[in-house]
C-alpha cells in the first residue's frame, strides 16, 4: 500500500499566486490532517477533517483553504501565496473512530517543499 | 500552549550508547505518542503511552510517563546510526482529538 501521498514534492511560487497541494490516502481511514513544519516551531495544524464531508480549522488557518474531496482526498489551496507560506506542508490521515480515540496514531505523507518568493 | 515540548533540543552520542530525551506538557492527556523523522522524510509513528500506563517499551525503545509531573521520557537502548533523526512528541487532550507536537529533538548518532 502506498499510504498517504502528497503531491507536489517541491514547489515554488510568486507572491500573490495560486496553487493546490494534493493528498490521497489509501487505508480507508476517517480522519484527514494538513500540517505545517518550519524550523525551531515544530509542526502545527492548519486544517483537519474528521469524516468525509467536515472540515475544521487548526491552530494557524488564515490563508489557507481545504477541500475533503472524498473520503480518500483531502487538498489544502492557498489562494494568494505570501513568503510567511514557505515551509514544509504534511498530508497525514488517522482512523478517525470515535471509540478508537485512546487508539489515535497519524501516518504522514512525505511532504511538499513549498518556497513563496 | 498545549504543545509538548521536548528537552533537550539537540543531542549528539556515540553508536551504541543510549538516547534519552524528554518531553512536557501542560494540561490533562489522554494519550502521548513519540514519533521519528528522518531527514526530508514524512514523520513515523514510534509508540503510543495512554494516559492510564506508566511505561511501554517496543523493542529498543522505551517510554515513560509521569502525569503527575506532565512529563514523558524516551529512551532509545543501544543507539545505531538508523536513529539519526529528529524526534517528536505529541499530546492529544481530553475533549480533543487531535495531535499538538512538539518542537523536535535531533538526535545524531556518530558510528
Known amino acids: 500500500n502506498a499510504g498517504v501521498t502528497q503531491t507536489p514534492k517541491f514547489q515554488v511560487l510568486k507572491t500573490g499566486q495560486s496553487m493546490t497541494l494534493q493528498c490521497a490516502q489509501d487505508?480507508?481511514?476517517?480522519?484527514m490532517y494538513w500540517y505545517r513544519q518550519d524550523p525551531g516551531m515544530g509542526l502545527r495544524l492548519i486544517y483537519y477533517?474528521?469524516?468525509?464531508?467536515?472540515?475544521d480549522k487548526g491552530e494557524v488557518p488564515n490563508g489557507y483553504n481545504v477541500s475533503r474531496l472524498n473520503k480518500r482526498e483531502f487538498s489544502l489551496r492557498l489562494e494568494s501565496a505570501a513568503p510567511s507560506q514557505t515551509s514544509v506542508y504534511f498530508c497525514?490521515?488517522?482512523?478517525?473512530?470515535?471509540?478508537?480515540?485512546?487508539?489515535?496514531?497519524?501516518?504522514f505523507g512525505s511532504g511538499t517543499q513549498l518556497s513563496v518568493l | 500552549s498545549q504543545q509538548g515540548e521536548e528537552d533537550p533540543q539537540a543531542l549528539s552520542i556515540q553508536e551504541g550508547e543510549n538516547a534519552t530525551m524528554n518531553c512536557s506538557y501542560k494540561?490533562?492527556?489522554?494519550?502521548l505518542q513519540w514519533y521519528r523523522q528522518n531527514s526530508g522524510r514524512g514523520l513515523v509513528h514510534l509508540i503510543l503511552?495512554?494516559?492510564?500506563?506508566r511505561e511501554k517499551h517496543s523493542g529498543r525503545l522505551r517510554v515513560t510517563l509521569d502525569t503527575s509531573k506532565k512529563s514523558s521520557s524516551l529512551l532509545i537502548t543501544a543507539s545505531r546510526a538508523a536513529d539519526t533523526a529528529s524526534y517528536f512528541c505529541?499530546?492529544?487532550?481530553?475533549?480533543?482529538?487531535?495531535?499538538?507536537f512538539g518542537k523536535g529533538n535531533q538526535v545524531v548518532v556518530i558510528p
Open positions: 497525514a490521515s488517522s482512523v478517525g473512530l470515535r471509540r478508537q480515540v485512546t487508539n489515535e496514531k497519524l501516518f
Open positions: 477533517s474528521a469524516s468525509e464531508g467536515t472540515t
Open positions: 505529541a499530546t492529544v487532550f481530553y475533549g480533543n482529538n487531535r495531535l499538538a
Open positions: 494540561t490533562s492527556i489522554n494519550n
Open positions: 503511552i495512554r494516559s492510564n500506563e
Open positions: 487505508m480507508n481511514h476517517n480522519s
